[in-house]
């Protein structure tokens, strides 16, 4: 029998409305894994927080799911009827699945929409009008409770030589490394842990100090009830035995790179020659106003959490230089993601300039088919991170025929090969260079599209073949 952990994913949906990097690893690897092995061959699952206990579940919901669906996913982990996306209020994403919070907040939004504070709202990138809409829309249905859903104790129904694989993040979660660590002991199973960098470790001036202790002392301990690590790249394979090396603790360490090609990050693209304008209206379907209003000019996407590693800063700057550099013709820069940690320099350039004086535009916490609109639409992508565990943009980026600007550090070279143009991330010429290079040169833009349509990308499947090779390896030895 094959486990699964999915204790990150209940985390994230229980916050969050759009996918992650990590979560859309594990969703997309363990939802193949059940249609590879048979949904008797595998369980989810994860660390029950309230009742201390390891959980499992029956897979089957999961092999019908073609994306990641935060909504199916809540009603299934917490038993109980799930907010739709489409049925949550503007700013009140966040409280989907906790309905006191959700009441009491839209009350709160309530009061000061009646009183007219415009600014409470805009601090939350919204308006009274937006709010207002929300409240006298027609309320869609709701999603069905998937409550009944049959669970057990993983201590009682695991068999010795059975395997648990963890492809999600696990690190500061009370509890649940201890029982990890009695399951090894007491069960004879076999572990094995997917991990996606150790930047809290590396890159510590990006990281919260406490979050980076908290990493350091998760990573020792999974030595104890890991036994293979797996590694999403060559680089991150190195970092890891770099730290093994230095606390004189060994494990195996199986190098099993993600995937290039996303087929998970939708688009509505419809190309019918015989009807062009109802194609361009299908092609439309589901993208909010606010995002198509980012593609009315030529533009350069630049994806992910918003936070200080991602050297939003020095590609601003760069981009600044750009916009007076004399007869270029520049595109807009549109970051999609949502914010996250020290990200208080390019904050404060965005407000000291005005964006640029407009040139930066935003899409906070783009839906999947969004963002493949934006990828879509625009000229390239740029992924400029001081240092990244594997760089998951890239590969979107390549999937949907666009190069990129990608910082020559970390993994990102495992992902790009040659088919992005590089540059230092620590150099603001160096950024400045390689995208004046894609936007002053067209040709050499198509040329590298032109090698990207004739690549062979990973994909999930190959990803998937790998890890089933890798937690395999005792079977064979």
């Known amino acids: 029998m094959y486990y699964f952990d999915m204790t990150d994913?209940?985390?994230?949906v229980e916050k969050e409305t759009t996918v992650s990097g990590?979560?859309?690893?594990?969703f997309e690897v363990i939802r193949r894994m059940v249609k590879r092995l048979g949904a008797e061959n595998v369980r989810l699952s994860y660390w029950d927080r309230l009742r201390r206990e390891y959980i499992a579940i029956e897979p089957s919901f999961l092999a019908d799911m073609e994306e990641f669906s935060p909504d199916i996913l809540g009603a299934v982990f917490f038993g109980k009827r799930a907010r739709a996306q489409n049925d949550a209020a503007p700013t009140l994403m966040r409280y989907r699945n906790r309905p006191l919070k959700y009441w009491f907040y839209s009350k709160v939004r309530s009061y000061h929409a009646a009183r007219g504070h415009e600014r409470y709202f805009a601090k939350m990138g919204s308006s009274i009008a937006e709010w207002s809409a929300f409240k006298t829309r027609k309320a869609p249905t709701r999603l069905d409770?998937?409550?009944?859903?049959r669970r057990e104790k993983v201590s009682e129904i695991i068999s010795p030589g059975d395997r648990l694989i963890i492809l999600g993040a696990i690190w500061n979660i009370d509890g649940l490394v201890p029982a990890l660590q009695r399951l090894k002991d007491t069960k004879g199973i076999k572990i094995y842990q997917?991990?996606?960098?150790?930047?809290?470790?590396?890159?510590?001036?990006?990281i919260a100090a406490d979050f980076s202790g908290e990493f350091y002392h998760w990573l020792l301990s999974s030595i104890g009830y890991c036994d293979r690590f797996i590694a999403n790249s060559q680089n991150t394979a190195r970092d890891l035995q770099r730290f093994m090396d230095e606390v004189g603790e060994q494990r195996p360490i199986d190098v099993v790179p993600l995937a290039q090609k996303f087929d998970v990050v939708h688009s509505n693209q419809v190309k019918d020659p015989k009807k062009p304008f109802k194609s361009r209206l299908k092609s439309l379907e589901g993208i909010d106003h606010s995002v198509l209003n980012l593609t009315k000019s030529p533009f350069v996407l630049v994806v992910g959490t918003m936070?200080?590693?991602k050297n939003l800063w020095r590609l601003a700057q760069a981009w600044q230089r750009l916009t007076h550099t004399p007869g270029l013709d520049v595109p807009k820069l549109v970051f999609a993601g949502k914010p996250g940690w020290y990200n208080d320099d390019f904050e404060t350039l965005m407000k000291a300039t005005g964006n640029l004086g407009g040139w930066v535009q935003f899409s906070k916490r783009p839906r999947d088919t969004e963002l493949g609109f934006l990828y879509e639409t625009c000229l390239f992508t740029?992924?400029?991170?001081?240092?990244?565990?594997?760089?998951?943009?890239?590969?979107e980026s390549l999937s949907f025929g666009k190069t990129a600007v990608v910082a020559d550090n970390s993994?990102?070279?495992?992902v790009g090969g040659d088919l992005v143009e590089y540059c230092d991330a620590h150099s603001i010429s160096s950024i400045y260079d390689a995208c004046h290079k894609l936007i002053a040169n067209p040709d050499y833009r198509r040329a590298l599209e032109k090698r990207i349509s004739e690549a062979s990308l990973r994909t999930w499947d190959d990803v998937t073949t790998e890890l089933l090779e890798a937690v395999g390896h005792e079977l064979e030895e």
């Open 9 to 12: 994913i209940l985390l994230y």
């Open 382 to 395: 740029a992924t400029v991170s001081v240092y990244e565990g594997w760089g998951l943009p890239i590969g």
């Open 411 to 414: 993994s990102m070279p495992e």
């Open 145 to 149: 409770a998937t409550g009944d859903i």
């Open 307 to 309: 936070e200080s590693r």
């Open 22 to 26: 990590i979560q859309r690893v594990s």
């Open 194 to 206: 997917l991990v996606h960098d150790l930047i809290p470790i590396i890159a510590t001036k990006h």
